[in-house]
């Protein structure tokens, strides 16, 4: 590996508590002779002092945009506004590729400053598959917050909190009604995490994945209490909820968790909503007579900043350990570049990474 300096950078949110290094793994960084900054943050899981003591050097936060130019900034999401340029490598989750909101202005600002964005949604092994994500805790929390919801137990606003603390109130408690579940997309990362939680919450949900939704089954869907949307869709399918199984009156299905919240995309498999829920108020009424509330959080595994930022961190840890041009960042800066061109945006080739 050539010489790193990898800068972690404060979170412009002020609910983002996660952190794509913990201080276990910048130490592990730092025995490696990687150079590293970490910004001080408010509201970081982990204290900056915690990053000090295993060789980090502490820097003001958002001072990343006066770091040397060959430092590669890391964070997890959106940019602040300034600068206009954006001259470093960044390493982050962009939600720049899919037309989103924002997207060619931050592309823009990249084609500008000379930098490059390598985004960690598309940081992949040669077979597509995604090497450091969030998914596990997002099922977690978004079946824990439909039992939650379901018991009539779900306090708002939500704030983070920790798993042990969060299983306490998810443990089936005297009085609770059976009910059923179902996790669809169950064999997935998310999917796997809704799982997890209805077990801890004393339930055995019908798992389906591709295999069970190809020729779907609404009613026995409608016949579930509750629903947990896991699924990664890449190809238009059938709704799995259309605005007729609202008004259903043999409907059972009473609370929906979309963990996916594809909504407003032509691949969204539940298009009975438009827009999501808030750590505010978490759950939305969709129906009244029958009911049928909706869960629609896009930042679900910020609930849980400790875990899943230690999760995360243990799968990014040997990709930034294997920093380089080559391999999952050389397919992540080639997909920055192709899709800035996409816009006419001008990005240079170039074979130190820098464009
Ligand atoms: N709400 C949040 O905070 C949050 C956080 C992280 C991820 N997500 C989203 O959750 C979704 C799932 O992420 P993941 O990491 O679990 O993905 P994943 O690829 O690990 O799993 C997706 C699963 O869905 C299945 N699937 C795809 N199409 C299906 C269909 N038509 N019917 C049944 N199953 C189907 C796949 O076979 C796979 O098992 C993604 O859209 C992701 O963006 C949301």
């Known amino acids: ?35 590293l900054t970490v910004e001080e943050s408010p509201q970081r899981i982990f204290p900056v002092e915690e990053y000090e003591a295993v060789g980090a050097k502490p820097a003001p936060a958002g001072s990343w945009a006066s770091a040397p130019k060959d430092a590669v900034i890391l964070g997890l999401k959106e940019l602040p ?76 606003p939500l704030t983070p909190t920790s798993k042990e603390e969060l299983d306490g109130t998810l443990r089936p408690a005297a009085g609770d009604a059976e009910f059923t579940a179902l996790v669809i997309g169950a064999l997935g990362r998310s999917g796997r995490g809704a799982r997890a939680a209805f077990g801890t919450a004393g339930i055995e949900p019908t798992s389906w994945d591709l295999a069970e939704t190809q020729d779907l089954d609404r009613p026995a869907l409608l016949a579930h209490d509750v629903l ?9 399918v059938p709704p799995f909820l259309r605005a007729q199984d609202l008004d259903d009156p043999s409907r059972r299905l009473r609370t929906v968790s979309d963990v996916t919240c594809d909504v407003g995309s032509p691949l969204n498999v539940l298009p009975v909503y438009d827009r999501t829920t808030e750590w505010d108020a978490p759950v939305r009424q969709l129906h009244e007579r029958p009911p049928l509330d909706l869960i629609a959080i896009d930042n679900l595994p910020s609930l849980l900043p400790k875990e899943s930022s230690t999760d995360f961190s243990a799968a990014l840890l040997p990709q930034l350990l294997d920093f380089g041009t080559g391999g999952a960042w050389g397919r992540c800066l080639d997909l920055f570049r192709t899709k800035a061109r996409e816009r006419g945006i001008a990005v240079a080739d170039g074979e130190s990474g820098h464009v």
């Open 81 to 156: 506004d300034e600068p206009a340029e954006l001259t470093h490598r960044h390493i982050f989750f962009g939600h720049a590729y899919k037309g989103q909101p924002g997207a060619t202005d931050l592309l823009r600002r990249f084609g500008a400053g000379g930098g490059a964005l390598l985004d960690l949604e598309y940081l992949v092994d040669d077979t597509g598959r995604r090497l450091a994500a969030f998914g596990f805790w997002a099922g977690y929390l978004g079946a824990a917050l439909a039992v939650l919801q379901h018991r009539g137990r779900l306090v708002a």
């Open 1 to 35: 590996m050539t010489e790193l300096h990898l800068w972690l950078r404060h979170e412009t949110r002020t609910t983002e508590r996660r952190t794509p290094v913990v201080p276990a793994d910048a130490r592990r960084l730092v025995e490696s002779g990687v150079t």
């Open 228 to 236: 947990v949307n896991c699924v990664l869709a890449t190809t238009p």
